[in-house]
């Protein structure tokens, strides 16, 4: 990411213009890898789930053994107090992170109480409505929990999700669809999954391999509430070659519509567009 103005750090107790220096070259996140983060968005005016987005960090520093330092409510405030630096129809994507700073039981055990903290506030852009992606599969499966720390959401789990990003563009593909362990349909490189068959939603059920999205529970919430029914089930990759449309949830865009997996090829999504008006309006009442 540039540096710039589109770019603020919280950090040491204070904002800072830029994309301030946070590391050090023996912190135990820089050389071992103990960094979590959480992203949340600021679009239209609003921080949906923000509150979520921050208890969710604190949670996913516990899963590393970094002890969390900030609560949600102060955590919340802080993001507020940057956020009202950017003109009202920025599109900010939020990120708060902890990093374990020194070495506890034989230098791999993070040192507990010992912990950074930031918030990188940056503009991204929202995608169109009109945007889409496309799928594949991939070779590489989401981890489980007695091999990785898939119970948080970690900057350690994110080069395994670059290899099947690599791989779907090796193939033509703008993102992959992902197996656990099992064989079963877990999630994509970058979003939790949706299809549709008949009227009806389906989704993967969380299962310990995958960080089933705030997002997400957002979504099946709004789309039950508007009688819609939606089903967290197994599912294989055959299900999704005979659903009827399929869109991605992930906080940096929403609602991703899918064109194509595998040379299957979906009409544009009347239930993406749905999910889509429900989650703003849902959002816009919410505050």
């Known amino acids: 990411m540039a540096t710039g103005s589109n770019i603020r750090t919280w950090f040491d107790g204070a904002w800072h213009d830029g994309d301030a220096m946070i590391l050090r070259a023996a912190d135990h996140g820089a050389w071992l890898g103990t960094t979590v983060f959480d992203g949340a968005r600021y679009a239209h005016g609003l921080t949906p789930d923000l509150d979520l987005h921050c208890a969710r960090v ?3 520093a516990e899963a590393l053994m ?9 955590m919340v405030a802080i993001v507020r107090e ?3 630096r950017y003109p009202k129809d920025a599109a900010v994507y939020i ?3 902890y990093w374990a700073i020194e070495s ?4 791999i055990v993070p040192k507990p109480g010992v912990t950074g903290f930031a918030i990188s506030l940056e503009e991204i852009p929202m995608a169109p409505e009109t945007a889409a992606t496309t799928l594949t599969t991939t070779r590489f499966r989401r981890p489980t929990l007695d091999c ?4 948080a959401k970690a900057g350690c789990l994110y080069p395994n999700n670059a290899r099947m990003i690599a791989e779907a563009r090796s193939k033509g593909y703008g993102n992959a669809l992902v197996a656990d362990a099992m064989g079963n349909v877990a999630e994509t490189a970058t979003a939790n999954v949706f299809m549709v ?4 939603v389906f989704t993967p059920v969380p299962n310990g391999t995958f960080l089933a999205g705030i997002t997400r529970a957002r979504h099946i919430d709004n789309l039950r509430a508007d009688g819609v029914t939606v089903h967290e089930t197994v599912l294989g990759f055959e299900d999704f070659r005979q659903a009827d449309e399929v869109f991605l949830s992930g906080n940096m865009n929403k609602v991703t519509p899918v064109s194509e ?10 239930m993406a567009k749905r999910a889509r008006e429900l989650y703003w309006d849902w959002a816009a009442s919410a505050g």
């Open 66 to 74: 970094i002890t969390p330092t900030v609560g949600t409510d102060e």
């Open 58 to 60: 604190n949670r996913s």
């Open 82 to 84: 940057g956020l009202a």
């Open 148 to 151: 990785a720390v898939v119970n």
């Open 95 to 97: 990120r708060p992170m």
């Open 197 to 200: 068959r008949d009227g009806e």
């Open 261 to 270: 997996f595998d040379g299957t090829h979906y009409q544009s999504g009347r």
């Open 104 to 107: 506890g039981d034989l230098a």
